[in-house]
């Protein structure tokens, strides 16, 4: 019985041997795959930020595109409004009486201060006149307050004219 016992009891050290080693084998390979998984994982990751950092940058272009689009159109419009002070100075020196000269002058005064402010417009880029805006409203709320009251009266008064209707 003797050899019985040891025929057995190295039977199961064999198994155990093998079991350990098929462990062994098995959290290699395991860790091996993690690991792989993890570089992967790391790729993916860089990828999609430059995708992200890239589409961000191509969404930044265009805001800044269509930013600058629209600080051109209103310089455009600026030296416009400045033009036609200029037009409204001469009618009025057309016309007679001592007010008048007073009423031209003070059209190409405004028609002079829109030109200044339409060349300071030019000379910057969008981004500092989003910064002199800020500071603006900061430090004169009450001024921006009332600008924008006074541009919504005279925007109803403009839409209420232009409707076609006889109201007064």
Same mark, same amino acid.
């Given at each position: 019985?003797?050899?019985?016992?040891?025929?057995?009891?190295?039977? &199961?050290?064999?198994?155990? $041997?093998?079991?350990?080693?098929v #462990?062994? @084998?098995?959290? /290699?390979? =395991?860790?091996?795959?993690? !690991?792989r998984?993890?570089?992967?994982a790391?790729?993916?990751?860089?990828?999609?930020?430059?995708?992200?950092s890239?589409?961000?940058?191509?969404?930044?272009?265009?805001?800044?595109? &269509?930013?600058?689009?629209? $600080?051109?159109?209103a310089?455009? #419009?600026? @030296?416009?409004? /400045?033009? =036609?002070?200029?037009?409204? !100075?001469?009618?009025?020196?057309?016309?007679?009486?001592?007010?008048?000269?007073?009423?031209?002058?003070?059209?190409?005064?405004?028609?002079?201060g829109?030109?200044?402010?339409?060349?300071?417009?030019?000379?910057?880029?969008?981004?500092?006149?989003?910064?002199?805006?800020?500071?603006?409203?900061?430090?004169?709320?009450?001024?921006?307050?009332?600008?924008?009251?006074?541009?919504?009266?005279?925007?109803?008064?403009?839409?209420?004219?232009?409707?076609g209707?006889?109201e007064?």
């Amino acid at each position: 019985m003797d050899e019985n016992s040891r025929t057995i009891t190295d039977l &199961a050290d064999d198994v155990a $041997k093998n079991a350990g080693d098929v #462990a062994e @084998d098995v959290t /290699a390979k =395991a860790s091996g795959r993690a !690991a792989r998984a993890r570089e992967k994982a790391e790729e993916v990751i860089v990828e999609m930020k430059d995708e992200v950092s890239e589409i961000a940058s191509k969404a930044g272009e265009g805001a800044r595109h &269509a930013a600058s689009s629209g $600080k051109d159109m209103a310089c455009d #419009a600026l @030296d416009g409004l /400045a033009e =036609a002070a200029r037009q409204i !100075a001469g009618k009025i020196d057309e016309g007679k009486g001592g007010n008048n000269a007073i009423a031209a002058d003070y059209a190409r005064k405004v028609a002079q201060g829109v030109e200044r402010f339409s060349s300071r417009m030019k000379a910057k880029d969008v981004a500092e006149i989003a910064d002199d805006a800020r500071t603006v409203v900061r430090e004169n709320p009450a001024l921006v307050v009332g600008a924008a009251a006074l541009v919504g009266f005279a925007l109803a008064r403009y839409l209420k004219g232009g409707s076609g209707s006889d109201e007064a």
